[in-house]
């Protein structure tokens, strides 16, 4: 891996890892384009622009990470619950479904729910809340139910949880935000499970290209989140539906 090669894949994951568009998917795509191979280097170099994606999201909410929001947080690690228990039974059948064209048929699949979900959206700020600690402990949970999806690959665990929050009476930005907060955990194990797994492989990877990584996918990351708040205050996910849907054809169509 390069320089330039980190450089490209820490911000496609700071740009995608927060948006309905599968960070995943776009990293495999990309990979394959640029040539990357898939062994311990790049092992190493996932795990630290997750990392980096993270520490985003903690500086950008710092303010919820404190002991005065233990609600909140006890909402968020119970919807973490479901994917985490999902994801460490099945991770074997999991990895299996990692193919092109499975991503390719997902990304086209949740930009369809997307315009659907959009298409009957109403957005009644007397029914529809706008604060994520006024979720109820019931909400969190169906949150967390439907982020399961995520663990298909080009679902997306940002389209996800978005799209669940949406449909039990969320409005734009507060699914967002829910969305963000719940990559903490969800992130931070499967960033921990990595880090366990492959941590031998840092030994054989080149630090510079780690640390532009890690400074790329943070700064990135970090942007895209305040982009996104400001992006929904005017505008709805269909612009991100019908990305899905474009991006999923044409990755049938080069890779078939």
């Known amino acids: 891996m390069t320089i330039l090669d980190s450089i490209i894949l820490g ?11 599968s960070s995943t998917g776009h990293l ?17 170099y996932h795990v ?3 990392f980096a994606a993270i520490l985003a999201v903690i500086l950008n909410y710092r303010e919820k990470f404190t ?10 690690f119970l919807a973490f619950i479901p994917i ?5 039974i099945f991770a074997d059948q999991i990895k299996a479904l990692f193919t092109t064209q499975i991503v390719a048929i997902m990304f086209i699949v949740g930009g369809v729910i997307f315009l659907i979900v959009e298409k009957f ?6 029914h529809t809340i706008d604060d994520i600690e006024e979720i109820t402990l019931k909400q969190s949970m169906i949150i967390g139910f439907a982020q399961v999806f995520a663990l298909i690959p080009g679902t997306s665990r940002a389209g996800s949880t978005i799209i669940g929050a949406l449909l039990i009476g969320l409005s ?9 907060l719940l990559a903490f955990p969800v992130m931070s194990a499967v960033t921990a499970y990595d880090l366990l797994k492959h941590y031998k492989d840092f030994s054989d990877a080149n630090l510079i290209t780690l640390g532009v990584g890690f400074v790329v996918a943070f700064f990135v990351a970090y942007l895209t989140i305040k982009l996104f708040l400001v992006f929904l205050e005017k505008f709805t996910f269909v612009a ?5 849907i474009i991006f999923g054809v044409v990755l049938l169509i080069l890779f078939n």
């Not at 911000?11 to 568009?21: D, K, Q, S, V, Y």
């Not at 495999?28 to 190493?44: H, K, P, R, Y």
């Open 11 to 21: 911000a496609i994951e700071g740009f995608t890892e927060f948006l309905p568009i």
């Open 28 to 44: 495999i795509v990309a990979s394959e384009f640029l040539g990357v191979d898939q062994n311990s280097v790049t092992n190493a």
């Open 48 to 50: 630290i622009i997750q």
């Open 67 to 76: 002991l005065k929001k233990i609600d909140l947080w006890t909402k968020i």
């Open 84 to 88: 985490g228990a999902v994801g460490f």
């Open 121 to 126: 959206f109403i957005a009644d700020k007397q």
């Open 172 to 180: 734009r930005k507060a699914s967002a935000e829910f969305s963000f």
């Open 240 to 244: 991100f539906g019908v990305y899905r």
